[in-house]
T-cell receptor, first 113, second 111 residues
Framework: DTEVTQTPKHLVMGMTNKKSLKCEQH?????MYWYKQKAKKPPELMFV???????INESVPSRFSPECPNSSLLNLHLHALQPEDSALYLC????????????FGPGTRLTVT | DQQVKQNSPSLSVQEGRISILNCDYT??????FLWYKKYPAEGPTFLIS?????DKNEDGRFTVFLNKSAKHLSLHIVPSQPGDSAVYFC??????????FGGGTRLMVKP
């Protein structure tokens, strides 16, 4: 099973809302990632968790707040977003940070109004 | 500075023929490369990878070639099928397994 699931599929939120994106994998992977993808651009890394600890934060604004409650779950909490934050948010996992193959979820399409 | 580049934004190929997607990189520290395929509204799907100790890796219809001296890799799909129509990204892991993606090439396979 190489499945990474993400909920919700689509999300529309206002600039004053607070919402969360959820990602789950049951492959026993110990590294999990958040990426952001704008239209016609490649995915860009936001955060890396390794063994439930945040190991990389690619200078992401504080209105994005990641959380890794356990080894299978990864959340991305959103607050006071801007319209330019509208994008496809992708979650990925790999066996560990030493294993290069990352498996991606289907993404959450976020629209900020 | 783009460390991984895909200079062809799109490629159109007839069904049954060979598709060749190209990727160039500038960082000589990269020692592993991956190809991902992406359909609209879906996440990237891992396709095939190659380590820098090899110059070729094959998996069914997909073969990746690596030319280290030219800092160039290519993905060959033979024979191409309409279901292969998607955007293809090459990627290289940097420090901490941070994937750097190329800009992508949209492949269209015509029946």
């Amino acid at each position: 099973d190489t499945e990474v699931t993400q909920t919700p599929k689509h999300l529309v939120m206002g600039m004053t809302n607070k919402k969360s994106l959820k990602c789950e994998q049951h492959m026993g992977h110990r590294a999990m990632y958040w990426y952001k993808q704008k239209a016609k651009k490649p995915p860009e890394l936001m955060f890396v968790y390794s063994y439930e600890k945040l190991s990389i934060n690619e200078s992401v604004p504080s209105r994005f707040s990641p959380e890794c409650p356990n080894s299978s779950l990864l959340n991305l909490h959103l607050h006071a977003l801007q319209p330019e934050d509208s994008a496809l948010y992708l979650c990925a996992s790999s066996q560990s940070r030493d294993f290069y193959e990352q498996y991606f979820g289907p993404g959450t399409r976020l629209t900020v109004t | 500075d783009q460390q991984v580049k895909q200079n062809s934004p799109s490629l159109s190929v007839q069904e049954g023929r060979i598709s060749i997607l190209n990727c160039d990189y500038t960082n000589s520290m990269f020692d592993y490369f991956l190809w991902y395929k992406k359909y609209p509204a879906e996440g990237p799907t891992f396709l095939i990878s190659i380590s820098s100790i090899k110059d070729k890796n094959e998996d069914g219809r997909f073969t990746v070639f690596l030319n280290k001296s030219a800092k160039h890799l290519s993905l060959h799909i033979v024979p191409s099928q309409p279901g292969d129509s998607a955007v293809y990204f090459c990627a290289a892991p940097g420090a901490g397994n941070m994937l750097t993606f190329g800009g992508g090439t949209r492949l269209m396979v015509k029946p």
